[in-house]
């Protein structure tokens, strides 16, 4: 079974950045189309964004012009920029397999303060 591994959360100001990355075993990725999502307690976890193994990217509307995914498939290792961070951004964010996902990883949790 193949385990990911996300980092790069922590604590930042309203309007802030961070960069998120998830790694996965020696060709996980391969062809797969890969994903970002991120969970509140309570809700639902929801899609922040995806890339295609032909680059191309899908953003949630509340991600559009404030977030990037990009992809190293050499490295097994997915990211995400996150800018002009708000609070509402706050959650756990997690990568996964979007079309055919493994056993979801622990996440890495991103706090904004207002």
């Known amino acids: 079974q193949v385990q990911v591994v996300e980092s790069g959360g922590g604590l930042v100001q309203a309007g802030g950045s961070l960069r998120l990355s998830c790694a996965a075993s020696?060709?996980?990725?391969?062809?797969?189309?890969m994903g970002w999502y991120r969970q509140v307690p309570g809700y639902q976890r929801e899609l922040v964004a995806t890339i295609a193994n032909d680059g191309y990217r899908m953003y949630a509307d509340f991600a559009k012009g404030r977030f990037t995914i990009s992809i190293d498939r050499a490295k097994n290792t997915v990211f995400l920029q996150l800018n002009t961070l708000k609070p509402e951004d706050t959650a756990v964010y997690y990568c996964n397999s979007r079309w055919s996902p493994w056993s979801w990883g622990q996440g890495t949790q991103v706090t904004v303060s207002s």
């Open positions: 020696t060709g996980a990725f391969g062809i797969r189309t």
